[in-house]
């Protein structure tokens, strides 16, 4: 039936679906609309190895309107870093957040996009400018989700945005000469192909990647494995024992996509990997959740070790704290755990949270104070 209404759609509108011509921003509007934040940078450990610096960039949907804005919205940050003497050649990692590489969707899109006010919006007006493209993937490409129109979203543009993620990535990376866990994407079952990520017509994943000193991305992918139930309608899980770990300058380094840091049977894997950094890229919405109740787990059944009393009794942020990478990483052999959060605002979308630390078994207090546009650097010398 999909199939037959796409093909009807299609005929019907005809020359209409021929892609529009596309006008991009002026780069002076451009310029005055991309976010201007106050940097805070917190330092920690005196160890002479290397280091691991920890971003929560402040972005919004100007961040993402070209390759170029992407890339220097990025590396206001890994300057700093290195002003800042954070840097060590080949002997520091940095871990960006969550869902980093999701809003390249839009990366070059027509101008009146980044004019909408709300996400949804921003996406009917994609919609429209690659309606040929969106009707043949919608009536063509496989189908995993009960989401569909997200799916087809997500895959009609995934090329282009695999593209854009690995050039920004791995040109930041040769720059600085620094290894990078890219935050995460969403990709139709990616693999790594001759040094090159490649969608596929598999399921939309959440995935995440590591990116070497010399630019080159590591063939293995951490995809997640607990997607909460907002991203179950267009996104399938990752299988707990194909998740890698990196061999990195500093040690093996495993990454947890956000809610995985919430399940002890992660943690097990993780050790059994022998790793020595843990590192945790998270997303939470809206800004202000932290503040509000936690209504226990998203998507799952609680595990046993659970406080039902907790449940609509305790924030988001206590419960972070308690049940996910602090409450969670026991192991002596881990010198480092770190959990950090996208932050800004795309279109009406805020995200918001505080990073979490572990150093050499203890957590690491947080000493940054919130301000209304303002990224964050936190710098752990190995």
């Not at 299609?10 to 609309?33: A, P, R």
């Not at 080949?90 to 839009?106: A, K, M």
């Not at 590591?210 to 992918?221: A, E, L, M, S, T």
Request: glycine share 8%; net charge neutral; with cysteine.
């Amino acid at each position: 039936m999909r199939f037959f209404v796409a093909l009807s759609l299609f005929l019907s509108i005809g020359l209409m679906t021929i892609q529009c011509k596309k006008q991009q921003l002026e780069s002076s509007v451009l310029s005055e609309s991309l976010p201007k934040p106050k940097l805070y940078l917190q330092r920690e450990g005196k160890g002479k190895r290397g280091t691991i610096v920890g971003l929560e960039p402040f972005l919004n949907q100007f961040s993402y309107a070209t390759e170029e804005s992407f890339y220097s919205s990025l590396r206001l940050y890994f300057q700093e870093a290195k002003d800042n003497e954070a840097i060590f050649v080949d002997r520091t990692i940095f871990v960006l957040p969550e869902y980093i590489g999701t809003w390249l969707v839009v990366t070059a899109e027509d101008k009146s996009i980044f004019g909408t006010k709300t996400m949804l919006e921003a996406m009917e007006e994609l919609v429209k400018q690659n309606l040929g493209s969106f009707l043949w993937h919608y009536g063509f490409s496989p189908s995993y989700s009960t989401d569909h129109l997200k799916e087809t979203l997500f895959r009609m543009k995934a090329w282009q945005m695999t593209d854009r993620y690995q050039s920004v990535f791995s040109r930041l990376a040769r720059e600085y000469r620094v290894g990078i866990v890219a935050g995460s994407i969403v990709l139709p079952h990616p693999k790594v192909v001759e040094g090159k990520i490649t969608p596929t017509d598999g399921p939309l994943q959440n995935v995440s990647f590591y990116f070497h000193p010399d630019g080159r991305v590591d063939d293995q992918i951490v995809r997640k494995l607990f997607p909460i139930e907002e991203e179950k309608q267009f996104l399938v899980e990752g299988k707990l024992n194909e998740n890698p770990i990196y061999r990195t300058p500093l040690g093996k380094l495993y990454t947890m996509v956000c809610a995985d840091s919430w399940f002890p049977e992660v943690y097990k894997e993780m050790e059994e990997s022998e790793a020595e950094i843990v590192v945790v890229p998270s997303f939470v919405a809206p800004k202000d959740a932290w503040g509000q109740k936690w209504n226990g787990y998203n998507g799952y059944a609680n595990p046993k070790d659970i406080n039902p009393k907790d449940i609509g009794t305790i924030t988001e942020k206590s419960a972070w704290k308690k049940y996910a990478l602090l409450g969670r990483l026991k192991t002596p052999d881990v010198k480092l755990g770190i959990n950090v959060f996208f932050r800004g605002e795309i279109w009406d979308l805020t995200a918001g949270g505080d990073a979490f630390f572990q150093m050499m078994g203890k957590p690491v207090n947080n000493l940054v104070k919130e301000e209304k546009i303002q990224g964050r650097l936190y710098v752990f010398s190995l």
